[in-house]
C-alpha cells in the first residue's frame, strides 16, 4: 500500500507540490471514495490468498501423511508387501496400531546385517535420526556394534566367541572383509550371517574411511546399537564383557584419537589444496581404531564436507585413516572427545607398522600390564582402565590367549 502510494506521489506533476497533498487524487476520486476502493481491492487479494493457502494445506496434508507413514515403516528400499495398502487404504485406528508395532520392531532392530542397498542409499538412510530419545518399545535395551574390519576371516573368533557368551542381547557384530573372501562361518557362531555388503580396502589407501562408513552405517541401521567400537583382525578384548559394556555405556566421551604431529609423518601429510576447509593448524593424526556413540556415528556417516575434501587431496602415502577421523572430529566435535582411543597399540619399535604379538609373548604378567598398566581420565576422574582392547596379536597367540583368558580378563 505504501508503495503503491509512494509511485503515486512521485509521478505527480511538480505543481502538486505547492498545493495540500491531497489535492492531486481529488482529480479522480474523492478522499473517501479513494480509500474505499483501495480497501475493497486489498481484501479481495487477501481473500483470494486465504482460499489458495487452505486448498494447498489440505492437499498438502494429505499428500505428506502418506508419503511419511510409507516412509518410516518400509525399512529396506526393496518394494515391501506389507502396509502400503494396509496402511494407507485404512482409516482403522487399530489396524494401524498393531501393524506399526511389527514394523517398528523391524524397523528398530533390521535382522539381517546382508542387503542390498547402494553405499549412497545406505548412508542416506543411516543419515536420519530421531529427534525423540525414547524408544516406544519394549524390546530396547542398549547395544554396543562391534564392527570388524578384515581381509577375511575373524582370526581370533574363538577368544571373541569367549568374550560374547552369555551377554546375547547387548551386543550386535558386524565384518567388513574382502569381496573376495569367499570362507564361510559355522551357524553356531556369533560371527554367522554377520558380514556386510563389502568393497575392496587396501592397506593405507583412502578407501579404508569407506569401510569404516560403511560398517558404521550399517550399524547405525540398528536403533538400539549406542556405542561403536571398531576392530581390526588382530584386536583382542582386555576385560570381560561387563566391564568393556558398562565402561563404553557410561562414558560421556567419545575415544578416537587425535594429536598434532609435528614431524613427516603428521604435518608432513598435510596437502595445502585442503584450504580453506581444512588449514594445517586443524590437520590432526590418530589412531584409526575408535569407541564412539551414536550421535558422532550419525555426524561421521553424514559429513559432506571434509570426506570429499579428504578423497581428493589425501592420497599417496597420505594414510587418510590416519587423519580424516581424528582431523574431522578436532575440527567439530572436539568438545566430548577424549583425544584418546581405547585400543592399546606398541609403536615404541618404530616402522610404518607397530609390534605383532606372537605366542611366547603373551604372559600373564604382559597381560596384567594392559589392562591397568597407564593412568588416563575417565569421566572427569583419573583411572588405571585406559583401554579395553589391545593389538596387534597373531594367529599363533589364540591358545595362549584362550588360555589365560577365563583366569586374568574374567570370562565366564
Ligand atoms: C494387512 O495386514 C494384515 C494383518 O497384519 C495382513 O494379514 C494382510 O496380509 C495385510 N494385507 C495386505 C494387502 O498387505
Ligand atoms: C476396526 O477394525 C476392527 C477389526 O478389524 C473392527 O472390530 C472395528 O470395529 C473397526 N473400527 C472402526 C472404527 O472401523
Ligand atoms: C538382493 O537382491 C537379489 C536379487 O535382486 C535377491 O535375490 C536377494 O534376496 C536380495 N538380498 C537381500 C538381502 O535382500
Ligand atoms: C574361494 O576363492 C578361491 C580364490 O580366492 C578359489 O580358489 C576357491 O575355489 C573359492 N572357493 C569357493 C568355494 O568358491
Ligand atoms: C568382569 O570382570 C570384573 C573385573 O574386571 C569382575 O569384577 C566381574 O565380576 C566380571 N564379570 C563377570 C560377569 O564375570
Ligand atoms: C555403569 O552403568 C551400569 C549400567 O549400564 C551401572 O550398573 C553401573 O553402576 C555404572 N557404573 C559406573 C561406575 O557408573
Ligand atoms: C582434544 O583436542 C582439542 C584440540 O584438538 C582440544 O581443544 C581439547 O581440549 C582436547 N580434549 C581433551 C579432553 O584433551
Ligand atoms: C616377542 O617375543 C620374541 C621372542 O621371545 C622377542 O624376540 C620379541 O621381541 C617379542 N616381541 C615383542 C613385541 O615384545
Known amino acids: 500500500m505504501t508503495i503503491y502510494m509512494k509511485n503515486n506521489k512521485q509521478k505527480e506533476p511538480s505543481p502538486a507540490s505547492s498545493s495540500p497533498p491531497s ?3 481529488r482529480r479522480f476520486f474523492s478522499a473517501p471514495q479513494y480509500h474505499l476502493f ?6 479481495l487479494i487477501f481473500g483470494f490468498g486465504l482460499l489458495i493457502g487452505i486448498t494447498l494445506t489440505l492437499f498438502l496434508k494429505n499428500f505428506s501423511l502418506n508419503f511419511q507413514i510409507q516412509q518410516v515403516f518400509t525399512p529396506s528400499f526393496s518394494p515391501s508387501p506389507i502396509s502400503t495398502s494396509n ?4 482409516n482403522n485406528d487399530t489396524k494401524v496400531v498393531t501393524l506399526t508395532r511389527d514394523r517398528l520392531r523391524v524397523f528398530l532392530k533390521p535382522d539381517k546385517a546382508m542387503h542390498n542397498m547402494s553405499d549412497e542409499e545406505l548412508l542416506w538412510k ?9 524408544v516406544p518399545s519394549k524390546h530396547h535395551t542398549p547395544k554396543v ?9 575373524v582370526l581370533l573368533a574363538p577368544l571373541w566367541e569367549k568374550f560374547f557368551k552369555g551377554n546375547e542381547g547387548l551386543f550386535s557384530i558386524y565384518v567388513h572383509s574382502s569381496p573376495y573372501f569367499n570362507g564361510t562361518v559355522p551357524q553356531s557362531s556369533v560371527f554367522h550371517g554377520r558380514r556386510i555388503p563389502s568393497k575392496e580396502v587396501r592397506w593405507g589407501d583412502f578407501n579404508m574411511i569407506g569401510a569404516e562408513r560403511r560398517l558404521l552405517a550399517n550399524a547405525l541401521l540398528d536403533l538400539s546399537n549406542q556405542r561403536f567400537v571398531l576392530l581390526s583382525e588382530s584386536c583382542i578384548p582386555l576385560f570381560n564383557f561387563s566391564t568393556i559394556y558398562n ?49 558422532l556415528a550419525i555426524e561421521i556417516v553424514s ?3 571434509y570426506y570429499p575434501v579428504f578423497k581428493k587431496y589425501c592420497r599417496n602415502g597420505c594414510y587418510g585413516d590416519e587423519h580424516y577421523l581424528p582431523t574431522l572430529v ?22 610404518p607398522h607397530p609390534s605383532r604379538y606372537m605366542r611366547m609373548n603373551v604372559t600373564i604378567g604382559f597381560l596384567k600390564k594392559l589392562r591397568y598398566g597407564s593412568r588416563c581420565q575417565y569421566n572427569g576422574e583419573t583411572t588405571n582402565i585406559c583401554h579395553l582392547f589391545a593389538r596387534k596379536f597373531m594367529p599363533h597367540a589364540l591358545d595362549r590367549l584362550m588360555r589365560f583368558a577365563p583366569q586374568i580378563m574374567q570370562f565366564n
Not at 496402511?87 to 485404512?90: E, K
Not at 543411516?126 to 525414547?134: G, L, Q, R, T, V
Not at 584419537?257 to 589444496?273: I, L
Not at 575440527?331 to 616402522?351: A, H, P, Y
Open 145 to 153: 556394534a562391534f564392527m570388524f574390519l578384515t581381509k577375511g576371516p
Open 303 to 305: 559429513d559432506q564436507r
Open 23 to 25: 489535492y492531486s487524487y
Open 247 to 295: 565402561y563404553l555405556m557410561n562414558s560421556t566421551e567419545t575415544f578416537i584419537e587425535a594429536y598434532d604431529f609435528p614431524g613427516q609423518v603428521g604435518r608432513g601429510r598435510y596437502n595445502s589444496k585442503m584450504k580453506p576447509y581444512i588449514k594445517l593448524s586443524q590437520w590432526r593424526k590418530g589412531s584409526q581404531w575408535f569407541q564412539i556413540d551414536r550421535a
Open 330 to 351: 578436532s575440527i567439530k566435535f572436539w568438545e566430548r572427545n577424549s583425544n584418546r582411543t581405547l585400543t592399546w597399540v606398541d609403536w615404541s619399535k618404530g616402522g
Open 38 to 43: 483501495n480497501l475493497f481491492s486489498h481484501l
Open 126 to 134: 543411516a543419515s536420519m535420526f530421531p529427534k525423540i530419545k525414547e
Open 87 to 90: 496402511i494407507t487404504t485404512s
